[in-house]
């Protein structure tokens, strides 16, 4: 049978579905097998939406149906054909497509497809049950109520996700919402209108609807202070051109200069902070339930419509690009897009970083040598110590420790800086919720300054703080001098009697998220460009601690373990009872357990004392495990609330680190849990971290010389250049006939002074590389043969070498600086083992300690190696001389330099069978006296 | 050369390090200039205006306003001094800046005397020219500072290669006039040919073409 399409204009849709389909007129008899449904899509399939919701409805309703079900699904596309007669004919196609098809149910996806479907009523298809889903709007469909149909309205929840950004930004003061022009979206802006109206009084609002995509971009680029964005939807804009809202979501997110909350949850992902957003995939599952309601025989009219609700989800980067603190989200809120994990995200950043500890640390010797000590002459020893350590430990801080424990690890190296840098204030400041304005995170004060606590907000310090925020360092000593007296800045300063202040932005991938802020109040200070190059080093440091710390953990001990969470667990677990006894154990400990080389897991039971088990094994082994006994009763004892420790667990087929984690439940018990963590790999990374940054050092020495020596090169060229102009106008002069011999004089006069200024430089440049000893005291040169070799042992292993000491008992003292001797060694004992790199079948680094006859005393190096060519036995300690591919030719140099501030000499020989001897003599401490 | 002659070319050394500054000050002394120190940009700037021969001997690299800044500063005032730098750096994209900025030389120290003096020397000839060329020019624009408006419109149209007969159509007069217009304008410039006055108007710069033309 052939219709013609003019036809079914003619007679109406009715109608003509009456002459279509007369057989569907007739009861549904019989048991239809298989169910069929045929589902409704008011859009395109491509749009992200319509393909969550269309996932959500088929899962559930494939695996929950009783008996086999076929789904027919049509997309409508009523957003790009608006046309109604267009609509009308489609339907008509669609009904005629289906005609031979016995349908149980009729599922519509969208309001504006249930009036046409029911216009069929009075025939063929007037027992289908219809079931229609509202998106976006909260209006029932037209044509509803009718005893055929229920369904799901669905509204956008604006009210929802206003309260959630109220929430994280209190401070809001205009809320500016951005949707598209088609009629559809302006639905949508109706929805959210009066779902916002209790809003109306509070806050101002601004509707972005329907503009030009162009101009809208140009709109939120420049919003007012306190504005968050509400973002609807963006399908058509005012010219009629068709866009994804995704896509556009993403370009309003780059040019915004305030967050963005949105309603869908195919917006994570695509610039905004989050809302209550309405999940089409949860939707098109509660569709999928009612379905199966429907077709196990439940009336529609009995099943009153029900209303979907937006679930609370946020993206973690958005959270985190704004400064808003985890902590404000609604209760119930998800958090999506979590950090990866720091080794992951910021392996170049974190290389740099550890690079840049290292040239912190030379560059931090190298300022204190060359401005500190002539200074404050008394700083040095204190200072220099404390910033190598601050720097070591805020690496590891970086590299190892777990996210909670960063910001404390922050917190307490600031006293250090503060003293370190003689400021009186400290603070890390970050944005916040608030957009101009950084607010303090971390800081710390000299006592009786009586300030408090100084955040650089735009509306007190608009010239610094815009400074900062873009990147750049701000740093003056007396505001009279640098800030303009009439400026918000000064009087602010004035006020916080600020008498020198730092601002060093904390950056990360080129943003600043905001500063370092060192303040005096007690007296002004320079801050000479080494020193803002150091801090700004320093600042590197804790932007890359901070972007790993503020990572939030969820409570701990707020409620005793789940034992099927524990027991599912792949980590050895074990409760324990207030007395020590062991109360339950996981599968996975008995597997530890099982292993050989487990000391603390095997031949525990249920009933096992665990004190008395760590306490014998503590006493056997020499594996790390002495403080366990003690931290573990302290726990016991509610002294501690946790207490951790490594031990070696190495079987003889492979090295293995563990941790042991005691960690007190927070219930009625008051027992402990007990955790085995394998740690090996992590130590392994650390391990290499620090080889890593040995090398880096290396570079970094070389690096910060060659800086200095081209700006020694400009300082010597003054007084040579006044040198040689002087000495030829001298000759002038005297070539003249009548001489004059006044000038000559106080010519050669001001050539004395300009050599003395020369040499001046050069013993700067002297001091600087050949540093006197800092820390004098006696020393054991055993001892320190033994540290070094602790040090060297891991190298030693993986280049297959054996350390072998002979090392004279009894050995005069030496009077030295322990760090610096210490280094000798090293760097003599890692050149040796690098020696026997390659070639050598046997590879033996022997060093040796003896007294030599007139009580000086020698200590030698000796590998077997490939030897030193003869002609450049002379040349190895001179700086920059290398033999090794890779080397910097700066080791040996700085060994002999360092010897020889000791008075001691330092020489190199090859062995008569080819491999060489490095030795170092030292005189000793204690006079002779035997 | 005279030292006592006030019109003997004079040299500025800008250099902010004192023991420098004086050897130089006595090295260019020893070669018979006369010569003028100063330890900043600004303090040489601060000097009354001179308007005689001379040259700048400039170092770079200086607290405050740099050598380079001072050059820049001084190219926007007319008839600047002619610049010879010095440097302790002798870094390559400065040394290009500062050539391309007009400077005469630019020598890294130390430097033997002789170097600073031939420099000196090239840049008190660049000078001489100099002011030559301008007082020459001055003295041109004098002489077309004498023209009547009507001589100057004429003179305008004459280079621009109008006959005139042409001329005459387009000033509404007759060829006749326009004939004694420019036989003036010829004897107030002191010019004997169309030649001479295409040139003197290229000095001028006058267009010698009219804009429809």
Known sequence: ???????????????????????????????????????????????????????????????????????????????????????????????????????????????????????????????????CATVGVRQLPAGAPNPRVTGILNPIDARGTLAAALRLQPETQRIVVVAGASGYERAWVEEARRDLHDYKSRLEFTYLVGQPKAELLRQVAVLPPHAVVLYLTFLRDGRGRLFASGDVLAELARVCNAPIYGISETYLGHGIVGGSVLSPQLLGARMGELALRVLAGAKPAAIPFARGAGALQFDARQLRRWGLPEERLPPGSTVLFPEPSFWARYRTQSAAATSLFALFAILAAMWHEASGRRRRPRRIRETLVPCRELVADLNAAVVDLPPDRVQGEIRSRLPVVARLLDVDRVELQQLGEEPRAFRTTHSWAVEGIGVGPLPIRADEFPRIFTEVAQGKVVA??????????????????????????????????????????????????????????????????????????????????????????????????????????????NDAWRRLAARSGAPLSSGVEEGTNYLELCRRVAALTKNGLEPLPDGL?????????????????????????????????????????????????????????????????DTARVTALGVMAASLAHELSQPLAAILSNSQAAQRFLSAEAPDFEEVRQILSAIGNS???????????????KREPAEL?????????????????????????????????????????????????????????????????????????????????????????????????????????????????????????????????????????????????????????? | ????????????????????????????????????????????????????????????????????????????????????FITGHGDIPTSVRAMKAGAVDFLPKPFEDQMLLDAVEQALAQDAAGRARRAELATLQERAAALTPREREVFCLVVQGLLNKQIAARLGTTEQTIKVHRGRVMEKLQVASLAGLVRLAARLGIPNRSPGA
């Not at chain 1, 409620?559 to 599912?568: E, I, K, Y």
């Not at chain 1, 200024?757 to 590389?769: M, T, Y």
């Not at chain 1, 055993?782 to 042992?793: G, K, R, S, T």
């Not at chain 1, 003292?813 to 020696?835: K, T």
């Open chain 1, 1 to 131: 049978m052939v219709v013609s399409l003019s036809r079914v204009k003619k007679v109406g849709l009715g109608a003509v579905l009456a002459l279509l389909l007369p057989y569907a007129a007739a009861p549904a008899a019989g048991p239809p097998t298989p169910r069929r449904v045929l589902v409704l899509y008011a859009e395109r399939k491509s749009l992200p939406s319509m393909e969550l919701l269309d996932r959500g409805f088929q899962a559930t309703l494939r695996a929950r149906a009783a008996e086999p079900v076929e789904i027919y699904t049509e997309y409508l596309d009523l957003l790009r054909f608006q046309d109604n007669r267009l609509q009308q004919e489609q339907f008509a196609w669609y009904l005629r497509k289906y005609s031979g098809t016995h349908l149980d149910l009729i599922v519509c996806f969208g309001s504006r497809l249930l009036a046409p479907l029911l216009h069929c009523r009075d025939r063929p298809f007037t027992r289908v049950p219809i079931l």
């Open chain 1, 755 to 769: 050599d003395r200024r020369a040499v001046e430089i050069l013993r700067r440049l002297r001091s600087l590389i």
């Open chain 1, 633 to 697: 009763k302290a726990v016991l004892e509610a002294r501690r609330t946790e207490f951790s420790c490594e031990y070696d667990c190495s079987t003889p087929a492979e090295e293995r680190c563990h941790e042991l984690l005691v960690e007190t439940l927070q219930d009625d018990t008051a027992g402990l849990l007990v955790l085995h963590r394998d740690i090996t790999q992590r130590k392994r990374l650390q391990a290499e971290a620090h080889q890593q940054l040995r090398q880096d050092a």
């Open chain 1, 777 to 930: 005291r006696p020393l054991d040169l055993n001892e320190l043969i033994h540290a070094v070799v602790d040090l060297a042992a891991g190298d030693a292993r993986r280049r297959k070498a054996n350390i072998v000491l002979e090392l004279e008992p009894g050995l005069p003292r030496v009077f030295g600086d322990a760090s610096q001797l210490h280094q000798v060694v090293l760097n003599l004992a890692m050149n040796g083992l690098e020696a026997m790199e390659s070639g050598s079948d046997e590879r033996r680094l022997a060093i040796r300690s003896r007294r030599e006859e007139d009580g000086w005393v020698e200590v030698s190096v000796r590998d077997t190696g490939v030897g030193i060519p003869e002609e450049q036995l002379g040349q190895i300690f001179k700086a920059f001389h290398t033999t090794k591919s890779g080397g910097t030719g700066i080791g040996l140099w700085i060994a002999r330099s360092f010897v020889e501030a000791h008075g001691g000499r330092i020489e190199a020989a090859n062995n008569p069978e080819g491999s060489a001897t490095f030795f170092f003599r030292l005189p000793p401490y204690e006079e002779e006296t035997a």
């Open chain 1, 476 to 585: 003056f000593s007396r505001p009279e001098a640098a800030l303009d007296r009439r400026r918000k800045d000064f009087q602010s300063c004035r006020h916080a009697g600020v008498r020198s202040l730092a601002a060093i932005p904390l950056t990360l991938g080129g943003m600043t998220f905001g500063a370092l802020v060192l303040t005096t109040h007690r007296a002004a200070r320079e801050w000479p460009d080494e020193l803002v190059l150091l801090l700004q080093l320093l600042t590197q440091v804790f932007a890359g601690a901070l972007a790993r710390g503020p990572a939030e953990i969820p409570p701990r001990g707020s409620r005793p373990p789940d034992r099927t969470v524990l027991a599912a667990l792949s980590a050895p677990v074990a409760l324990v009872d207030s007395e020590g006894a062991v109360l339950w154990l």
């Open chain 2, 1 to 84: 050369l005279n030292l006592n002659n006030p019109t003997a070319p004079r040299i500025f050394v800008v250099d902010d390090d004192e023991e420098l500054r004086e050897s130089l000050e006595r090295l260019l002394r020893s070669a018979g200039f006369r010569v003028e120190t100063f330890g900043s940009p600004d303090a040489f700037l601060e000097r009354a205006p001179y308007n005689g021969p001379g040259c700048l001997v400039l170092d770079v690299r200086m607290p405050g306003r740099s050598g380079l800044e001072l050059q820049e500063w001084l190219a926007s005032a007319e008839a600047a001094l002619p610049i010879v």
